[in-house]
């Protein structure tokens, strides 16, 4: 605390630009003015004089000096030369540059102490949910954050449109039951990679429009390069930091994939890991080197395989088949700034730095560091002294840790205690910023108040608008104690004492009689026609009998005197040539009456 106040109260130089300029100036003039007059001595005496010549241009140099130096007062713009330092202008000089000194010194002790370049003074709690944060992301600029987790949710938050309510401004399900198992910014920040548990990623852009959606392959094909994607769950992904086109993928069907967003039918390459036996690996996580030259994949088998970019990804360029224990999930892996070196964040309780020259042997190892998740992160320090660490809480220790520890010499530096585990982490190197996903489904973003710049600074600097208040006219009451009783008003009560003495009032509580359905019942008849049985008989007795169902032959020969008399239709076309219709007389005797009054069954056949 003493050195960080003792740094607070020293103050950087001012440099003043114009007499900087204005001193230069003199001196310039002053050396052109020596080379005219060298160049003058020379021409004219090439004998003995030439010294003596010499020595007198330069008195005449130094007494015009003098003469504008004490004309210097009177008149700035002539500029010739500077004066002679004087000495107590030296001294000062010789104890501005101690001062200089022992600044530069005190700023590289500063520098040499870790627990100053930490910004952890002030922290920011984003709740994402009550779930695992399994997905954590931040773009290059440091403007948006993007959050996942088993909820199958994937908020978006906006530092710049963000008050100190701190809410996401918004919220999508992309992945419909599938939790969200990676999310990643391109190199650009134009786009996200959605990586969830089903077997095909998802790019969508920074207001969460889907760009592109990776296709399923076949699971019953044996090689899978033969398929045109994934056919198990994801396990991790990545963007290749300089072709902002290109991403990878890795799965549980033993391959890793690269994908190009302007072919989305079908992968653009496919790794296939190996086990020692020749066998197929599962990648549990990928990532590409800083400079995008190497693709490295940790293994479910415990081995670390690193290929070319390129070249083609048949041969491992470097593996190490012992890096963690067989049957770990290897939750992560990042590469260095240099690009000289990795770390493993491992599923056996360590983290272990590697160097790319050398992947025999492992450089550092941390052991006894708790890993319950299959993504909990490490990452490296923005000027790659430090390497940090997420620890999840056991029963033993019940509260989670996010570790800091020194690259070259692997010391344990500082700490940071968490009431869950802690899951994703980054440190990011524009906004200077550390962000950290806990189990318990909150973000907490750690921040310096003088180091760091913008991200959710700019959030608490706004405050929660106020609620607007609607102003309402409430009917005022006119008390008259001594008004007559026919004109007195009641006093106002509440709403359930209004409902209590409704209650007792037979008038007012009567719930009015439902009609009758049915026959009726309570002594209370059915309505007429409120049965079929009742509507039928009521249509038969209603129904007006028509003698044309009775005697269809005799309805139409009711109009064949009209027809006669006055034919209109056809009956004139014909009328030449047409012959005189004779109809048959309906007799019936009693023979056939009888007859057809028997049945069926009775009659002869004939």
Not at 55 to 76: G, Y
Not at 113 to 128: A, D, F
Not at 185 to 200: F, H, M
Request: hydrophobic share 30%; with cysteine; proline share 5%.
């Amino acid at each position: 605390m003493a050195e960080q106040l003792a740094n607070k109260d020293k103050k950087a130089r001012v440099f003043d630009l114009d007499e900087m300029l204005y001193e230069a100036r003199k001196s310039a003039a002053k050396v052109e003015y020596c080379e005219e007059i060298k160049n003058d001595v020379a021409e004219e005496n090439n004998s003995e004089n030439n010294v003596v010549g010499l020595s007198a241009s330069f008195l005449q140099l130094k007494s015009k000096e003098e003469r504008e130096q004490d004309n210097d007062d009177d008149d700035d713009d002539e500029l010739i030369g500077p004066a002679p330092p004087s000495e107590n202008k030296m001294a000062s000089e010789e104890k501005e540059k101690e001062a200089e000194n022992e600044e530069e010194e005190s700023d590289e002790d500063v520098e040499f102490n870790i627990h100053n370049t930490l910004p952890l003074s002030s922290n920011v709690t984003l709740q994402h949910g009550n779930k695992i944060v399994s997905g954590l992301a931040l773009d290059s600029s440091g403007a948006r954050l993007v959050s996942g987790g088993y909820d199958y949710d994937v908020k978006f938050w906006d530092f710049a449109g963000m008050n100190s309510s701190l809410h996401s401004f918004r919220t999508i399900r992309p992945c419909e039951c599938h939790p969200i198992r990676d999310l990643k910014y391109s190199a650009t920040g134009e786009n996200i990679l959605i990586v969830a548990g089903n077997a095909q990623a998802k790019v969508v852009d920074r207001d969460a429009h889907e760009i592109m959606e990776c296709p399923k392959g076949d699971q019953y094909i044996v090689d899978m390069s033969s398929t045109k994607g994934h056919t198990a769950m994801l396990n991790c992904g990545s963007w290749h930091p300089k072709k902002r086109e290109e991403f990878m993928t890795c799965s549980n069907d033993g391959t890793v994939r690269l994908w190009d967003i302007n072919q989305p039918k079908k992968h653009k390459n496919v790794i296939k890991p190996k086990s020692i036996q020749g066998r197929r690996s599962i990648p549990t996580s990928c990532a590409y080197s800083r400079d995008g030259r190497w693709v490295a994949a940790a293994c479910q088998d415990g081995s670390v395989q690193i290929w070319d970019h390129e070249k083609m990804f048949v041969n491992v360029a470097m593996k190490n088949m012992k890096a963690h224990v067989n049957g770990t999930d290897t939750s992560c892996v990042c590469f260095s700034y240099d690009n000289l070196q990795f770390a493993t964040r491992g599923g056996d309780d360590t983290l272990k730095l590697w160097d790319v020259r050398n992947l025999s042997k492992s450089v550092h190892v941390k052991e006894n560091l708790s890993n319950l998740f299959p993504m909990t992160d490490c990452f490296f320090s923005p000027d790659d002294k430090l390497i940090v660490t997420g620890i999840s809480a056991t029963k033993d220790h019940k509260k989670g840790k996010l570790a800091f520890f020194d690259r070259i010499t692997f010391d344990s530096h500082f700490e940071v205690e968490f009431d869950s585990s802690v899951v994703r982490c980054f440190w990011h190197p524009r906004l200077n910023q550390i962000v950290c996903g806990c189990s318990d489904g909150s973000i907490k973003i750690y921040y310096d108040d003088t180091k760091s710049q913008r991200g959710p600074k700019l959030s608490l600097a706004k405050t929660k608008p106020k609620m607007k208040q609607v102003e309402m006219m409430v009917g005022q009451n006119i008390i008259t104690p001594h008004a007559l009783p026919m004109f007195r008003t009641s006093k106002p009560m509440s709403t359930h004492k209004q409902e209590e003495r409704h209650r007792k009032d037979p008038l007012k509580s009567h719930r009015p009689d439902l009609p009758v359905s049915g026959h009726g019942e309570g002594g209370r008849v059915g309505a007429h026609g409120s049965t079929l049985s009742q509507y039928v008989v009521k249509q038969l007795v209603l129904r007006k009998t028509d003698e044309r169902d009775k005697d269809p032959r005799g309805a139409i020969l009711r109009h064949a005197k009209e027809a006669e008399s006055d034919p209109f239709w056809v009956a004139p076309a014909y009328q030449a040539t047409q012959p005189k219709p004779i109809f048959q007389k309906n007799v019936e005797s009693d023979e056939d009456t009888e007859d057809n009054m028997e049945p069926l069954w009775k009659k002869r056949r004939v």
